[in-house]
């Protein structure tokens, strides 16, 4: 079964910017905490921002000031604007779902961590070229 779909990735010069988006399914809870990581060749999948229902984000370093999550609740779907782009942000960018209980709670930060999430995409590229 699919639970989250992402899309907007190609291919953009450094500097550029791409607009990722993200439908969860109806079997994902709509007060689910949502989250994109990304993971390029050979390296470890890792965060790069998450919102919770309640409007609190978290970015990690590399993406603070350059990208921005959003979300429409209404469609518990999630945004990735990312601006200022560099080839070091070439990757498969995923989707993830989980943690709706806590999402909820005003102020608390969502994790960046990827053993939190139990609902995945397929993941959509994203290739920077110099």
């Known amino acids: 079964q699919v639970h989250m779909v992402e899309s907007g990735g190609g291919s953009v010069q450094a500097g550029g910017s791409l607009r990722l988006s993200c439908s969860a399914s109806?079997?994902?809870?709509?007060?689910?905490?949502l989250a994109w990581f990304r993971q390029a060749p050979g390296k470890a999948r890792e965060g790069v921002a998450a919102m919770t229902i309640a409007g609190t984000t978290r970015y990690s370093d590399s993406a603070r000031g350059r990208f921005t999550v959003s979300r429409d609740n209404a469609k518990t779907t999630l945004y990735l604007q990312l601006s200022n782009l560099e080839p070091e942000d070439t990757a498969m960018y995923y989707c993830?779902?989980?943690?709706?209980?806590?999402?909820?709670?005003?102020?608390?930060?969502?994790?960046?961590?990827?053993?939190?999430?139990?609902?995945w995409g397929q993941g959509t590229q994203v290739t920077v070229f110099a």
């Open positions: 109806q079997s994902v809870d709509s007060a689910s905490t």
């Open positions: 993830a779902a989980g943690l709706s209980g806590l999402g909820k709670i005003s102020n608390w930060e969502p994790p960046l961590d990827k053993s939190a999430y139990r609902y």
